[in-house]
């Protein structure tokens, strides 16, 4: 699944299911150049059944983070992507 900022700075994309180690695979990548900082919040149904990820892009290194879910069987619902511009 593929999800997309509201102001297009961001893309996000999230495995459908999980890989053999139990993780689902969230990547991030930018597609304005500009220094933001981003929260990707993983909802996978259910209260509190949730993963919030920190990126700023000025991080070196690879932009894909394993994400385990709450409970066995999870299934992402959701994905919410807040961006803001990073003053430099």
Not at 23 to 49: C, P, R
Not at 66 to 79: E, F, L
């Amino acid at each position: 699944m593929i999800y997309k900022s509201a102001d297009g700075r961001l893309e996000v994309s999230v495995s459908d299911q999980v890989n053999a180690a139990g993780y689902f695979i969230v990547a991030s990548k930018q597609l304005k150049e500009d220094n933001i900082w981003a929260e990707i919040t993983i909802h996978f149904g259910g209260m509190g059944n949730e993963t919030r990820i920190e990126s700023k892009t000025q991080d070196p290194g690879k932009k894909e983070w394993p994400v385990r879910g709450s409970h066995r069987g999870d299934v992402v619902r959701n994905v919410m992507i807040s961006t803001m511009l990073e003053l430099s």
